[in-house]
T-cell receptor
Framework: KQEVTQIPAALSVPEGENLVLNCSFTDSAIYNLQWFRQDPGKGLTSLLLIQSSQREQTSGRLNASLDKSSGRSTLYIAASQPGDSATYLCAEFSGNTGKLIFGQGTTLQVKP | DGGITQSPKYLFRKEGQNVTLSCEQNLNHDAMYWYRQDPGQGLRLIYYSQIVNDFQKGDIAEGYSVSREKKESFPLTVTSAQKNPTAFYLC??????????FGSGTRLTVV
């Protein structure tokens, strides 16, 4: 059974700090990996998508990497801001099942 | 603007009652999905549809039903057989595996 795990479940950092969120997956047939942001009581907003043939994607202060051999992805947030406070979810699209499989999320709090 | 609209935002269900959650998209996406989210957990797939008049069970389909009579619409019915329906429900659509668009969610509470 494919699983996606995110550690830590919660993270609190002071404003301005660079931080890394971790995501691990067990599916060897990963098609792509996506990072989403979720604000409290809201839907999901897509942040970055990495195809299985790529190693990283960047958007502004966000950089996501993908290492298929180790089954890991990281989301790097540079110069964190209070507005970055949210829950971040990673999800891998399985080439075997044709489904998007989600991790439990990391809830980030950036303190002013 | 193209997007996905879920309604209502909040829904209350009495014991033994069926309720229907609405999901409409104007993105011209073929595939649509329903997910359930519980506190501290990721999203779990309830049902999905890749084409009109066809849908498949996801990982937690028991106690739920869907229909896909139009490309734009994918309503989810939470039946009385679902014993623990209190959760946040999210609808999504995609044109291919490379991009999912999510609605803003419906919070269902049993009263």
């Amino acid at each position: 059974k494919q699983e996606v795990t995110q550690i830590p479940a919660a993270l609190s950092v002071p404003e301005g700090e660079n931080l890394v969120l971790n995501c691990s997956f067990t599916d060897s047939a990963i098609y792509n990996l996506q990072w989403f942001r979720q604000d409290p009581g809201k839907g999901l907003t897509s942040l970055l998508l990495i195809q299985s043939s790529q190693r990283e994607q960047t958007s502004g202060r966000l950089n996501a990497s993908l290492d298929k051999s180790s089954g890991r992805s990281t989301l790097y947030i540079a110069a964190s801001q209070p507005g970055d406070s949210a829950t971040y979810l990673c999800a891998e699209f399985s080439g075997n099942t044709g489904k998007l499989i989600f991790g439990q999320g990391t809830t980030l709090q950036v303190k002013p | 603007d193209g997007g996905i609209t879920q309604s209502p935002k909040y829904l209350f269900r009495k014991e033994g009652q069926n309720v229907t959650l609405s999901c409409e998209q104007n993105l011209n996406h073929d595939a649509m999905y329903w997910y359930r989210q519980d506190p501290g957990q990721g999203l779990r797939l309830i049902y999905y549809s890749q084409i009109v008049n066809d849908f498949q069970k996801g990982d937690i389909a028991e106690g739920y039903s869907v229909s896909r009579e139009k490309k734009e619409s994918f309503p989810l019915t939470v039946t009385s057989a679902q014993k623990n329906p209190t959760a946040f429900y999210l609808c999504a659509s995609s044109i291919d595996p490379s991009g999912y668009t999510f609605g803003s969610g419906t919070r269902l509470t049993v009263v």
